[in-house]
């Protein structure tokens, strides 16, 4: 079934396109026939039920596993034989449903390691341009401060990741794909876990990521929450886009 | 003097290692059961190089790091994509590998006998020949390592080491390849711990094999884990700990049939000690899990 969201919108507006996507497991269908494609700087939120593909389709977009047939398409370029690095270096970020941090690093060092392309990552510029590793290290830190005052945890920069709430390590982990430069952010149920004013500071990122461009699929079970933020919505049912719903968010 | 200028030689070389060690199992979290084998390889390439070409002691030092550095691309290259007790196995076939070549090539490394004879290092024209001149010798090794292991924890690298061992799925979701920090930290470990080898040969002017067991790549696990992982402090501490502690109980008053046994004995119980209440060992960032 194919739903292309805002049909009237160009390609070039269009982030991510996924066409044709099916996936089994040892026979299992997961996934099938599965085509949409998500406008830029839009929320989308991805509904079903338990075991009905969301999560494999996430895993499918970043790369983690590969469809049996489809195409994804990201910016245009199709991603297909792409790894999961070289998806989150093009810009699709993931943050899982229990949050991805390194826990014992301190939120600043956490936010600092995701940003992208630091010339520290890499042994030989040790060599060939250390003076550059250390300015750079200096300007991630200040952008670093800016996304954790974005975020909502300004206060604790120097605290360690492991101890911070559930609530707090998820807007960590999305924090760090803001990092990392990352234009599509796949959230695997942001609002899982975490108390009403949580959800409530979480929604209030997630819109003010869109209004600086960023686009957001979401899979969600708290519809209400959700859809207040969305401005789509899609439902899978069985490994297939059964209803899609345009909101006025 | 002599006896505690031995021990202070011993403590150089051990620190050494510790550190070379706490970089992988501390800070990456990569368990390696090899580090015997690095250390192994070290002493007998600068072993064979100063006793067969007779080169000079710097020279020999330098290729035995890079021959290592070579040496350990096998392990990078099975065990790079294994994790937790999966990379400690792969490590651990290198360490018996390894082993078995000192042992039974017998044409280069005279296998169980061991090559004897090597010279005290010579630099610059000078010969360090007695305990003195070795321990300062050793002191300035141990001093430059322990320097560039501080500098290294300093770098944004360090929090990439740091990074593969809390969650790989993370780095590679921020588009790092954890393969690629796991390779560099094996690497930097392997090529320290072969100048703790060249200190080891050229200190005793001995070698064989025995030398470079798995319990020697387990005591010095031990050490890091004792001192405390991801602590350059911890790992000081920790080596310190297993070379003075067994030498601390020779001044205990125990009777000579049993003296060995026990002190084997008290050393274990102050281990487990250690283990159950102090999981974070003296000064780590990790709990030993």
Request: hydrophobic share 50%.
């Amino acid at each position: 079934m194919v739903f292309s969201v805002n049909t009237n919108l160009s390609k070039v507006e269009m982030i991510l396109e996924m066409r044709h996507i099916s996936k089994s497991f040892n026979g299992l269908k997961v996934l099938e026939d599965v085509s949409f494609s998500l406008q830029l700087g839009t929320i989308t939120s991805l509904f079903g039920e338990n075991g009905s593909g969301k999560t494999t389709l996430f895993h499918i977009i970043s790369g983690f596993i590969k469809a049996n047939s489809g195409e994804v398409l990201f910016k245009g370029v199709n991603l297909n034989g792409n790894s999961s690095v070289e998806i989150a270096r093009l810009g699709v970020g993931r943050v899982w449903q229990t949050p991805r941090i390194c826990k014992n690093l301190s939120v600043l060092d956490n936010l600092v390691l995701a940003s992208k392309s630091h010339p520290g990552e890499s042994a030989i510029n040790y060599f060939i341009r250390p003076r550059l590793i250390w300015q750079e290290e200096k300007k991630r830190k200040a952008i670093a401060a800016g996304i954790s005052e974005d975020i909502g945890l300004a206060g604790k920069l120097q605290k360690t990741a492991g101890s911070l709430s559930f609530g707090q390590q998820k807007l960590l982990s999305t924090g760090m794909l803001l990092m990392n430069d990352c234009e599509l952010l796949l959230m695997d149920e942001p609002f899982a876990g975490v108390n009403a004013l949580m959800i409530d500071h979480i929604s209030e990122v997630m819109l003010g990521l869109k209004k600086q461009g960023k686009t957001i699929c979401m899979i969600e079970h708290n519809r209400t929450k959700a859809k207040a933020i969305s401005d789509i919505t899609l439902t899978l049912v069985k490994g297939v886009i059964e209803h899609k719903e345009k909101l006025s968010a | 003097m002599n006896y505690l200028l031995h021990i202070i030689i011993i403590c150089e070389i051990y620190l050494i290692l510790a550190l070379a060690m706490n970089l992988l199992g501390g800070y990456s979290g990569l368990l390696s059961l090899t580090q015997a084998a690095f250390y192994g390889i070290g002493a007998y390439i600068t072993a064979l190089l100063l006793t067969k070409v007779g080169v000079s002691f710097p020279l020999a030092l330098s290729v035995a790091v890079f021959f290592n550095l070579i040496a350990c691309i096998p392990v990078i290259w099975f065990s790079i994509r294994l994790r937790d007790l999966f990379f400690a196995l792969s490590t651990l076939a290198w360490q018996i590998v390894v082993f078995s070549l000192l042992y039974n090539w017998i044409s280069v490394t005279n296998g169980p006998f061991g090559i004897s004879g090597i010279p005290k290092p010579e630099m610059f024209g000078f010969r360090f020949g007695s305990l003195g001149e070795f321990a300062l010798l050793g002191g300035v090794i141990t001093g430059i390592t322990l320097i560039f292991f501080i500098g290294l924890h300093r770098t944004p690298l360090s929090r990439l080491f740091q990074g593969v061992r809390d969650d790989q799925l993370a780095m590679m979701t921020f588009g790092k390849k954890p393969s690629y920090y796991k390779a560099l930290a094996i690497l930097i470990s392997s090529g320290v711990s072969a100048v703790a080898g060249a200190l080891f040969a050229t200190y005793f002017s001995y070698i064989d094999p025995t030398s470079f067991t798995l319990n020697e790549s387990i005591l010095i696990i031990s050490m890091v884990l004792i001192g405390g992982l991801g602590s350059v402090k911890g790992s000081v501490a920790g080596a310190l700990f297993y070379v003075l502690l067994p030498e601390a109980l020779r001044f205990v008053n125990i009777p000579d049939a049993v003296a060995a046994n026990l002190r084997m004995m008290i050393y274990a119980l102050i281990l487990i000690l250690l283990v159950m209440y102090r999981p974070h060992g003296f000064f780590g960032k990790y709990k030993f899990e």
